[in-house]
């Protein structure tokens, strides 16, 4: 909750306004019954039409103000809770978007997009509750007691017998809530994941002909949620029925000890009227009450799970350069990895070390090589090898465990992360074409003109496709480019990775869905009008890297093979197996 009052106090000024107003709209509609047992006992036995009118007129009015305060309170309220869950939900992709590669992985995709969606919802619905809900019934209860025991204590009695007992039944109850909710969207995760990898692999799925194996997945996942949701709201839903009981119980017993009272003449038969409604009034106040503790309890599990995201310390710090790792070398290479091992720890839980668990085994054993600036390096070996680690560990996704690497003479750690990352123009291997035009995904936010669009279109080999468009790069692509072949798709994330003439350029098994001679085309263009880049290139394909200053061989992390293409074919074994099996399947 410590999160939510933190957002809240942004818009302090007009959520006070809105309790006021929802304040002024319970004390007006406490004052409806009082008025209605004045004309039945005071008024109306006068016989005067006037002041039946005149009071009738009066308890219209104060029906419509109630209805005017609590209509403009319930908007103000929706407001302001809409503006809270919009700042959370801000904050949350920001920091989402600057997590490290091991807290991302210590979180989950799914698990951070049911945060983002369904726990931010809870507390938008909290948060309207606690402008409403928690002002009213309080209010209404309190309130309620004061002017029954005005009216008649004896009657008041009942009242003040049956409140403790259901107020201590709901805050049991509540105080067993949150645990309960917050293993119910745990489950909610699992389900978002699977349902998340099935709408991805959809095709993959049907190819297999595995949908209904999909089914009895998803069945699993859906029915172990609903059974923890059965749950939570099971204990969440006892106070109900038992108020609802209570409320039953002290009806009757209002209307009896009423009745013998007016009986022997020690109050009147309005009073009984009025008692009644606000009888109603306050214990459906206290199931107000059941139902704030219920969201609460439901956002407060919601709130603890957004938190832990929030407050996520910092594992990648921005070292000074007195504490960053020095390099030590003349003249100094432009990219260097000096004695690096690396391992990925996905965390089995969150410590004060941070996301510290279970340690994978090591993926990345003495890296050690260098590149100047304007040269290339391709990377080569077999999957699982760790290339594509080496390039998350250049970009800084992760931090190394041992050893350093180095740009232009600097720890990678010494560099904010967008100075850092504006070096680089990339394409992973498992890129996104977002549902936009083709424009905005090679510009991608960055400011360049239609000159640098159009050569980045060319040297990617994308003009051909690209000009048979009647739209040309206004068209729009599908969400995750559905719309566009696999060929295309590559040649468009090139196309962004060229556009900003990065200084490094990381083509990370771009071209595997190119044919031989658009890969030839496309890196005789990089080396001629991108010849100022430094290129890595991780590729499958000896043809793509033969031409690369140096070439880096990887075997499961290890480094078996560094240098140019002539002196692998003279040294290295394992290229030269590469190089013929390849060569002999064209």
């Not at 103000?65 to 403009?72: D, G, H, P």
Request: proline share 3%.
């Amino acid at each position: 909750m410590k999160l939510i009052f933190h957002h809240m106090r942004k818009y302090l000024r007009s959520i006070s306004i809105g309790m006021s107003l929802k304040l002024l709209a319970t004390m007006t509609e406490l004052m409806l019954p009082y008025i209605l047992e004045h004309m039945i006992d005071n008024v109306v036995p006068l016989g005067e039409m006037g002041r039946i009118f005149l009071w009738g007129f009066l308890m219209i009015v104060t029906a419509l103000a109630c209805w005017l305060l609590n209509t403009m309170a319930n908007r103000n309220a929706v407001k302001n809770a809409h503006y809270v869950s919009y700042d959370i939900r801000r904050a949350l992709f920001n920091k989402t978007a600057n997590l490290s590669g091991t807290a991302f992985d210590f979180f989950g995709l799914p698990s951070l997009t049911s945060r983002m969606t369904s726990d931010s919802y809870n507390v938008q619905s909290c948060v309207q509750s606690l402008q409403t809900l928690c002002v009213r019934a309080p209010i209404m209860m309190v309130g309620g007691i004061i002017v029954t025991m005005t009216m008649d204590p004896v009657l008041s009695g009942i009242l003040c017998v049956m409140l403790p007992i259901l107020l201590t039944v709901v805050l049991l109850v509540s105080r067993h809530g949150i645990p309960l909710y917050t293993k119910v969207q745990d489950r909610l995760d699992d389900v978002v994941r699977i349902m998340r990898e099935n709408i991805t692999g959809i095709r993959v799925v049907k190819a297999l002909s595995k949908t209904d194996y999909e089914r009895r997945h998803f069945r699993q996942a859906n029915e172990a949620m609903i059974k923890q949701d059965i749950k939570a709201s099971a204990v969440m839903s006892v106070p109900g029925p038992f108020m609802q009981t209570c409320l039953n119980v002290g009806l009757t017993l209002v209307v009896f000890v009423g009745a013998v009272r007016v009986n022997n003449g020690q109050i009147k038969p309005g009073v009984i009227l009025a008692f009644l409604t606000y009888f109603n009034l306050i214990l459906q106040s206290v199931m107000a009450l059941n139902r704030m503790f219920m969201m609460i309890s439901k956002a407060s599990a919601s709130a603890d799970r957004i938190a832990k995201v929030l407050d996520a310390r910092d594992d990648q710090p921005i070292l000074s350069e007195e504490d960053a790792a020095q390099l030590d070398e003349a003249p100094v290479p432009f990219i260097r990895f000096r004695h690096v091992n690396f391992r990925y720890t996905p965390a089995a839980e969150e410590n004060n070390e941070g996301f510290a668990g279970e340690k994978q085994e090591q993926c990345l054993y003495d890296i050690d090589f260098a590149v100047n600036r304007g040269e290339s390096l391709g990377i080569i070996g077999p999957t699982g090898c760790g290339k594509t680690t080496i390039v998350n560990l250049l970009m800084r996704f992760y931090d190394v465990e041992d050893g350093a690497v180095f740009i232009d003479g600097r720890d990678v750690r010494a560099y904010a992360k967008d100075e850092l990352h504006r070096k680089f123009g990339v394409v992973f291997q498992n890129d996104l074409i977002f549902h936009d035009t083709l424009r905005r995904n090679i510009s991608f936010g960055r400011d360049i003109d239609e000159k640098g669009l159009q050569t980045a279109i060319s040297d990617a080999m994308a003009e051909e496709f690209v000009s048979k468009l009647d739209e040309g790069l206004d068209y729009m692509a599908d969400v995750k480019g559905a719309n566009l072949s696999g060929g295309q798709k590559q040649r468009i994330l090139i196309a962004r990775a060229l556009a900003a003439n990065p200084e490094i350029l990381i083509l990370d098994d771009s071209s595997s869905a190119l044919d031989y001679k658009t890969d030839a085309s496309l890196r005789t263009a990089i080396a001629k009008h991108h010849h100022n880049s430094t290129i890595i290139m991780v590729a499958q394909r000896v043809s793509s890297i033969q031409n690369m200053t140096n070439i880096l061989v990887l075997d499961n992390g290890h480094t078996i093979g560094y240098g140019s293409h002539e002196h692998l074919l003279a040294t290295c074994p394992a290229y030269q197996e590469i190089y013929h099996a390849q060569m002999g399947e064209l």
